[in-house]
C-alpha cells in the first residue's frame, strides 16, 4: 500500500537557522510529489511540486525540496526560517496512474522562535 | 477568483443525527476531492468525484457516508447517524481537468464536526 511518513512531527527552530523537513514515501511507480503548507488558521496551501525532469524544486517564499529516487525521499529545505514560516508542513504523493488521491504524511509542526 | 469554499466552517451534531458537508470548487473546475483529517493525523483521502460521477471512493467508510457533486451547485458529503469517531476536519479540494499528472488541487478551508 502506497504511504508517506514524515520523520519529525513537532520542530522548534529560531529564526535564521535553516530548515530540513524529511518525507519518505512508499510506492512502486511512478510519482508526483508536493509539499503543502497550513498557516494557522488558514486552509492548506501547496509550497511545491515534483512531476518529471530536475529533481531539486524550487517553490515559494524561499523553500526548495530534492527528490531522491534512490532514497524514496523528498526533503524540503529552507536556508534561513522566518518566524512567519511558523506552520504545519505535509508531505504528500500522487501516483502517475492514480485517479488524484493524494496520500499525505502525517505532517509536521514547525514552530520558529522570534 | 473565488477560492474553493466549504460551509459550515463548524458543525455540531448529536450522535444519531445526520451531518452535511457543502464544498464548492474554484470557477472553472469539475474535479472534486474530499480528505478527512482525524486529531493527530494527517488528511485521508475520502472520495473523488466529477459532476454527476463518482471516480475513486475508495476511502470511503462502506457505512453511512455518501457524496455527490451535481450538475448544479456544491458537491455534498454526507453522514448519516453520526458517531463520535467522525468528529474530524473534512477538507475539500478542486482542480480543472483530472487530478492526477500536472493538475494542482487546490484545497478549502475545511468543516470542522464536532459530534457530541
Known amino acids: 500500500a502506497q504511504s508517506v511518513s514524515q520523520h519529525n512531527h513537532h520542530v522548534i527552530l529560531s529564526e535564521a537557522a535553516s530548515l530540513e523537513l524529511g518525507c519518505n514515501y512508499s510506492?512502486?511507480?511512478?510519482?508526483?510529489l508536493f509539499w503543502y503548507v497550513q498557516y494557522p488558521g488558514q486552509h492548506l496551501q501547496l509550497l511545491l511540486k515534483y512531476f518529471s525532469g530536475d529533481p531539486l524544486v524550487k517553490g515559494i517564499k524561499g523553500f526548495e525540496a530534492e527528490f531522491i529516487k534512490s532514497k524514496f525521499s523528498f526533503n524540503l529545505r529552507k536556508p534561513s526560517v522566518q518566524w512567519s514560516d511558523t506552520a504545519e508542513y505535509f508531505c504528500?504523493?500522487?501516483?502517475?496512474?492514480?485517479?488524484?488521491?493524494?496520500?499525505f504524511g502525517q505532517g509536521t509542526t514547525l514552530q520558529v522562535k522570534p | 477568483n473565488a477560492g474553493v469554499m466549504q460551509n459550515p466552517r463548524h458543525l455540531v451534531r448529536r450522535r444519531g443525527q445526520e451531518a452535511r458537508l457543502r464544498c464548492s470548487p474554484m470557477k472553472g473546475h469539475s474535479h472534486v476531492y474530499w480528505y478527512r483529517q482525524l486529531p493527530e493525523e494527517g488528511l485521508k483521502f475520502m472520495v473523488y468525484l466529477q459532476k454527476e460521477n463518482i471516480i475513486d471512493e475508495s476511502g470511503m467508510p462502506k457505512e453511512r457516508f455518501s457524496a455527490e457533486f451535481p450538475k448544479e451547485g456544491p458537491s455534498i458529503l454526507r453522514i448519516q447517524q453520526v458517531v463520535r469517531g467522525d468528529s474530524a476536519a473534512y477538507f475539500c479540494?478542486?482542480?480543472?481537468?483530472?487530478?492526477?499528472?500536472?493538475?494542482?488541487?487546490?484545497f478549502g478551508p475545511g468543516t470542522r464536526l464536532t459530534v457530541t
Open positions: 510506492y512502486g511507480g511512478t510519482v508526483n
Open positions: 479540494a478542486s482542480s480543472p481537468q483530472a487530478g492526477g499528472g500536472y493538475n494542482e488541487q487546490y
Open positions: 504528500a504523493v500522487m501516483g502517475s496512474s492514480n485517479t488524484g488521491k493524494l496520500i
